[in-house]
């Protein structure tokens, strides 16, 4: 539950709408929770004594109740909207913020497929367990205290009933609430499966089609695609059964009631409204077992999917700007001092094993090796994309774990050997490393790039 908490503190300003939403469903209960006594008097006082006007007085009444209940049931889904849809959206930005916070070995602890669902699958669980869930949270357990309470109210003998039926359910729900948590779980981890499959194949299309591996990348699919529908049917075969078992004990209590209420009436100890509204109470009070079993379920999902955004949420960035930081760089010399590295504790081989490199600031070098030569890991120690395992990293005469990270890294021009293109137009992309860079200067990095020619025969150019 903790990490519900953790969740629902991300509601902020949507705090007010969840708690008129859980006003307007206790308004909305009580006004339903009342036709049933109205009901028992219109039979047994307007139908027994033929009296006409008694009878339109108190159909009014239930038609207003009826109608309040209606009005007020519409208001609550519109504030119930607002606040889960800005719930999910603080959610997601609060992860894609953490995201953007990580270091490359930060990142190494998720698969990219997983982070996607964890954005979107996990945040659509949580959306959907407030949508749907949080009515029957509310509006169950205040049908459950109503309905028994004024059944007691009307008939306490009666009322006996419940003392039998309610706990059989709720053990049948609690074993079966049991059974289904864990699976929740590995239903979410196979749907982050399926979605590195999709992004694996979808990225490497044109290796796949040019060594003619489309068969094999679909039997993978269909692999892991069999893997997700059978952890599903499984899932839900157990989390289906609060149904029967909701309409058996149901069922048994009306028929006991029938049959009790049936004999009292036949003894003059009861009257037929009475009943009548009884048994409209019994239907409330199971229906309100019913929403609470299904809230449990919604529930349950959601713990798992609330833990998985936790992790993304706690996780601690491994690189950031000391207190202090210093801004500045004083030069572009570069010294490597008995660095070695290596991209986990736990790994036996270092990358980089005892790096003496001393670079003067305006010096041209040249970095040679086989691929897999750890060239491109040296280069990212400048920037601190990375924190050497062992000894410094020196730019301007500093270790670079000195500097502000945003100022180290705004000094360190990189040239990516995979060319990336985000959404957007060709100005904002030639311009993502810095705001504000001069028309002239986009044009002259185009023109040195030999791209001016086919940006400026697409219609509208740099734009």
């Known amino acids: 539950m903790k990490d519900l908490q953790r969740i629902f503190a991300y509601l902020g300003p949507y705090r007010k709408d969840l708690a008129l939403g859980a006003f307007l469903v206790v308004v909305e209960s009580s006004f339903e929770m009342v036709i049933p006594v109205l009901m028992a008097g219109l039979i047994d006082t307007g139908v027994a004594n033929g009296d006409v006007a008694y009878i339109l007085h108190k159909g009014i009444q239930m038609g207003m109740c009826a109608l309040l209940a209606l009005l007020t049931g519409l208001l609550y889904a519109r504030f119930a909207a607002r606040a889960s849809y800005g719930l999910g959206a603080r959610i997601r930005e609060a992860e894609y913020a953490k995201v953007q916070q990580y270091a490359f070995s930060n990142l190494d602890h998720f698969e990219t497929s997983s982070l996607v669902t964890r954005l979107t699958t996990d945040v659509t669980v ?6 749907s ?25 009666l009322s006996l009933v419940f003392f039998v039926c309610i706990p059989i359910l709720a053990v049948a729900l609690f074993f079966i609430m049991r059974k289904v948590a864990p699976m929740y779980a590995r239903l979410q981890a ?65 028929v006991l009631l029938l049959w009790f209420g049936g004999n009292m009436i036949l003894r003059g100890q009861l009257q037929v409204g009475e009943l009548t509204g009884f048994l409209s109470y019994v239907m409330q009070v199971m229906n309100s077992l019913m929403m609470i079993s299904n809230v449990f379920l919604l529930l349950t999902r959601s713990l798992a999917s609330a833990r998985r955004i936790g992790e993304v949420l706690d996780e601690t960035p491994a690189l950031t700007s000391p207190p202090g930081a210093v801004k500045e760089i004083a030069d572009g010399s570069i010294d490597f001092c008995g660095v070695s590295f290596k991209y986990r504790p ?28 750890a060239k491109s890991t040296l280069v990212q120690l400048i ?59 986009v044009r002259r990095a185009a023109q040195v790039a030999q791209a001016e020619g086919f940006i400026l025969e697409r219609e509208g150019g740099y734009d």
């Not at 949580?126 to 949508?131: G, M, V």
């Not at 509310?138 to 109503?146: A, D, T, W, Y």
């Not at 360190?412 to 705001?435: A, M």
Request: charged share 20%; net charge neutral.
């Open 133 to 157: 869930g949080f009515r029957p949270v509310v509006r169950g357990p205040v049908m459950l205290v109503l309905g028994v309470g004024l059944s007691f109210w009307m008939n306490a003998r």
């Open 346 to 373: 736990e790994a036996r081989e270092y990358a980089l094993s005892d790096i003496e490199l001393h670079i003067p600031a305006g010096q041209t070098v040249g970095i040679l090796g086989g691929t897999g030569a």
């Open 190 to 254: 196979a749907v982050d499966h399926v979605n590195g499959v999709v992004r694996e194949g979808l990225v490497a299309i044109r290796a796949v089609k040019a060594f003619v591996r489309g068969e094999y990348e679909a039997e993978k699919f269909s692999r892991v695609n069999g893997e997700l529908m059978d952890t599903s049917r499984r899932t839900f075969r157990y989390a289906v059964l609060n149904l029967p078992a909701f309409q058996l004990v149901m069922y048994t209590s009306t």
């Open 126 to 131: 949580l959306q959907n367990a407030i949508n």
């Open 383 to 441: 920037p601190r994309l990375y924190d050497a395992s062992i000894g410094q990293v020196r730019v301007g005469g500093r270790d670079v774990r000195e500097y502000d990270l945003a100022a180290l890294r705004d000094a360190v021009g990189i040239v990516l050997q995979k060319n990336v293109l985000f959404s957007g137009t060709v100005r904002e992309n030639l311009t993502f490393g810095s705001d504000g860079i001069p028309d002239e200067q």
